[in-house]
């Protein structure tokens, strides 16, 4: 085993069995740029940073582990009980875990107890906590993400980004799927946040922001699940919704979305949808989520495939509509509410008076 400790920078590792523990820097360089490692364990580094710090690989991120061969790979990496105040740095992120180019999936994955603090002013810096882009199998625990714009990001690259669960962590603003610029064609899968708490910012998507973003961008984003976790506004910094569900460009869709207890608030809304020409929302289901500013409201499936009913029957007796109606308009329905029936693929409606 490689164990680096003490008060000397690393800067590149290749190789297995390493240990690098208890660091404290200031600005000067990386900290760690791990390319082709297994089994690494970073652990107990305290970094400050007034600007952009910069390594020989041009990366602008304290903590950078990444593959860049396609014969190489980057598994079994455990970071824990780091801290990082980012107020200075205007582009990156704190920690960055991702694929290059042509380089395999890093997998095997665990981050816990990082403090990513920023001492500027809210809106100081763009800078992001901690990125997951490429990855397989990671696991993100008791964390707490504080930056300027994404606290957690879970974005795809150049490859497919699958098998990510974080849990208890706190951010101001945590994105899954491609960023608003990007067009990366590349699906994103079985995602599991639960029990995490999102303040204030988030992710701009040009025209709102939201607390939450789920996106796609000519890809599919799929198998998201939100389990108990609260997005909401406090005074510091204004967000527009708590949740945004955005499928863009020409293509894919975002679909098998779960959102299950916690609750959603925003400035304007708890939650919005919209997609672009081309690209499509699925099957979007809110179960227990609690909201407030709910004029537009929390329904299942407010999208295709819409609701849809487990049963029906038909008869032989004829119905009356009856003079019991509380409604006040009682000739043509004022809607007809689209569902789907039992079979799952017939549309039928459902006439409401108002």
């Given amino acids: ?198 303040v204030d910012c988030g992710y701009s998507t040009g025209t709102v922001r939201g607390g939450i973003l789920i996106s796609s961008h000519n890809d599919d984003t799929e198998y998201v699940w939100l389990s108990n976790c609260v997005s909401y506004e406090s005074s510091e910094a204004g967000m527009d919704y708590g949740l945004v569900i955005y499928a863009q460009g020409t293509s894919g869709t975002i679909n098998i979305l779960t959102l299950t207890g916690g609750h959603l608030s925003g400035s304007t809304g708890p939650w919005t949808e919209a997609h672009d020409t081309g690209p499509t929302l699925g099957q979007i289901l809110y179960q227990g989520v609690d909201n407030v500013n709910s004029a537009q409201g929390l329904v299942v499936n407010p999208s295709t495939p819409y609701v849809q009913f487990k049963e029906s029957g038909t008869g032989s007796s004829s119905a009356s509509l ?11 329905p004022n809607v007809w509410i689209k569902v789907l029936a039992p079979d799952g693929v017939t549309t039928v409606y459902i006439p409401a008076w108002k």
């Fill in 1 to 198: 085993m490689q164990i680096f400790n003490g008060s000397a920078l690393v800067q590149a590792f290749l190789g297995s069995d390493i240990l690098v523990d208890w660091r404290a820097f200031t600005q000067s360089s990386i900290l760690v740029y791990a390319n082709a490692v297994q089994r690494l364990i970073v652990r107990n580094q305290t970094g400050i940073y007034t600007s952009n710090p910069t390594n020989s690989a041009g990366s602008v991120v304290p903590l950078t582990f990444t593959t860049n061969q396609s014969s190489t790979n980057l598994s079994d990496v455990t970071v824990e009980d780091c801290t990082f105040d980012i107020g200075g740095v205007v582009t990156g992120a704190a920690v960055l875990i991702k694929s290059s180019t042509d380089g395999q999936i890093p997998t095997r994955i665990r981050v816990s107890g990082i403090d990513i603090g920023n001492s500027g002013s809210v809106g100081s810096t763009t800078a992001d906590g901690l990125d997951i882009g490429a990855c397989s199998d990671v696991r993100v625990s008791d964390c707490h993400l504080q930056s300027c714009q994404v606290g957690l990001g879970i974005v795809s690259s150049n490859v497919v980004v699958e098998n990510v669960v974080a849990r208890n962590c706190g951010s101001p603003g945590i994105s899954i799927g491609d960023t608003p610029t990007a067009a990366y064609g590349i699906n994103i899968q079985y995602i599991l946040l639960a029990n995490c708490l999102v």
């Fill in 322 to 332: 009856g003079s019991n109606s509380p409604a006040t308009t009682t000739s043509a």
